[in-house]
């Protein structure tokens, strides 16, 4: 597939190109282009020249390309799914979900059309005053592999039905699905140039793009390192960032709770998307006095999933996405048996099918008797592992869950008030569930605290991260 910049399908300056591969199986899939320094340029440029004619179109006329854009995107799910799965690596049935989230936020932002206006203010003794929202201008995505589509999504709904236009680096291991639905934008009459897509390495492009003097707004997913690079860069042209960012979300199962629904709110919060989601559940804590039951139910939920090439029948969990991360899942699971750091009860290999296959698979892993400084603890772990403690009470539990430079998700699970109060209050993250986890929906906001990041997507509010409030005050 090619770049798309101005409307049009094009090659990288340099005319180099890299392979996209399929995580189940190692088969070359696709050639993009490797995009340059120059390409993020162009790109820029056909943004900056959409935008004047993108602003002063109506929200109600840039809704109704992105409700037809959604329509197509319906139409097509299953292809786009088969797309997704094929470069991505989860079960078909994830990628079906993924595509249809896709719509859906763009559903929701055209819904949003009518609301963002300014307000009207009198101001004592001194006349009036009212304000008006505007676009930014050009704004830059850069976003991840785990869920390309969703997170597409997030970044151009917002951005694109307030006027923006706007330059998207997909990760490099997934474009093929973002290119395909930027082609269906166009189709559905979104203007040249109102959408641009660079391939190519994050450290050339995405950095390009970011330092660009004519990017207003960088809204970036990824890698907390990768996000804090990003923020440097931004500081010096004083540059509005969204940076949603990586995170170790705690699990709490109190005494009460109903243990059935949390083994199963473990089991899709850990191993959904073969453990690559931001918000899964990436450290468990559940209170000794249920321990053994909920440990061993969870054995045995852990024990059933079915690994395997996510377009095959019957597949509960694909390959992790990539070489780098297979690699540093396999690490960190050796690092905890050579350092003596905690028990595998289940997993903790390469299973068969990986050999077989040529892909990334993993077995899903549980680990118990866990020291608080291993690195499962400390390190956002993106895999199919799941480290699970053992805490006295709700306090202890409390406690240990804040203890992370993330601030990401966090659930509890009981039928107590008072407990469900506490958690709700105590937990430090942007999003808290309970008895639930992992569930996203693009009416409500998400973003994290401490180091997962700063602004919010989704909701009414991430409307205000890509508009400009202008005041204006009248003396009659
Ligand atoms: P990453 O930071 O390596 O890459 C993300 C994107 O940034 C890619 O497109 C990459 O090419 C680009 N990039 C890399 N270096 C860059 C640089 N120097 N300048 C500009 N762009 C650069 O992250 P990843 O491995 O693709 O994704 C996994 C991470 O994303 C995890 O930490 C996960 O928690 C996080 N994530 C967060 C959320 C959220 O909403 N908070 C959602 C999904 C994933």
């Not at 049009?8 to 070359?28: Q, R």
């Not at 592999?145 to 330059?167: D, E, F, Q, R, Y």
């Not at 940076?243 to 949390?262: H, K, T």
């Not at 469900?420 to 998400?446: M, S, T, Y």
Request: charged share 25%; hydrophobic share 40%; aromatic share 6%.
């Amino acid at each position: 597939m090619k770049m798309q910049i101005g409307g049009k399908a094009v090659d990288a300056c340099s005319g180099e190109f890299f392979d996209i591969i399929n995580p189940a199986t190692g088969e070359l899939i696709d050639r993009v282009p490797k995009g340059t320094e120059d390409d993020a340029a162009i790109a820029v440029e056909s943004a900056s020249s959409a935008f004047n004619g993108w602003a002063s179109t109506s929200p109600q006329q840039r809704a109704r390309i992105l409700y037809t854009a959604s329509g197509i995107v319906r139409q097509r799910q299953d292809e786009l799914a088969f797309l997704l799965t094929r470069e991505q690596g989860k079960p078909l049935a994830e990628s079906k979900n993924e595509i249809e989230g896709f719509a859906h936020v763009l559903e929701y932002y055209c819904g949003l059309a009518s609301s963002f206006h300014g307000d009207f203010v009198p101001v004592h003794q001194n006349g009036y005053a009212f304000t008006v929202k505007k676009p930014l201008g050009v704004c830059t995505a850069i976003i991840p592999w785990n869920m390309p589509a969703l997170i597409m999504a997030w970044k151009i709904g917002p951005a694109l039905i307030s006027g923006n236009t706007l330059v998207l680096k997909p990760a490099s291991n997934t474009p093929l699905t973002n290119l395909t639905l930027a082609s269906i934008l166009s189709e559905a009459g979104l203007p040249p140039g109102v959408l641009n897509i660079v391939t190519g390495p994050g450290e050339v492009v995405g950095e390009s793009l970011v330092k660009s003097p004519k990017v207003k707004k960088i809204s970036f997913t990824g890698e907390a390192r990768t996000g804090k690079r990003i923020a440097e860069l931004a500081a010096g042209g004083m540059k509005r960032v969204t940076l949603e960012l990586g995170g170790s979300d705690p699990m709490l199962v109190c005494d009460d709770a109903d243990l059935e629904a949390a083994v199963a709110g473990a089991l899709r919060g850990r191993f959904y998307n073969c453990g690559q989601a931001c918000t899964a559940v990436k450290r468990l804590f559940v209170f000794e006095s249920v321990a053994e039951r909920f440990i061993k139910k969870l054995e045995a939920g852990v024990r059933n999933l079915r690994v395997g090439n996510g377009l095959h029948e019957n597949v509960d969990m694909g390959p992790l996405n990539n070489r780098r991360q297979w690699e540093y899942i396999k690490e960190l699971v050796a690092d905890v048996e050579e350092k003596d750091e905690g028990r595998i009860i289940t997993g903790g290999r390469v299973p068969e099918v990986s050999t077989c296959s040529k892909g990334y698979f993993f077995e899903p892993t549980l680990i118990v008797d866990v020291p608080r400084e291993s690195r499962l603890l400390k390190e956002e772990v993106f895999g199919p592992v799941l480290p699970v403690g053992q805490v006295k009470d709700l306090d202890e539990a409390i406690e240990e869950s804040n203890n992370t430079c993330y601030g990401l998700g966090a659930s509890i699970w009981t039928k107590n008030l008072d407990k469900a109060r506490a958690g709700c209050e105590q937990l430090n993250a942007g999003i808290v569930w309970l008895n639930q986890h992992l569930k996203v929906a693009p009416e409500v906001p998400f973003g994290g605290t401490k180091e997962s990041g700063i602004g919010r997507e989704n909701g009414p509010d991430a409307l205000s991260e890509y508009l400009d409030l202008k005041t204006i005050m009248l003396k009659i």
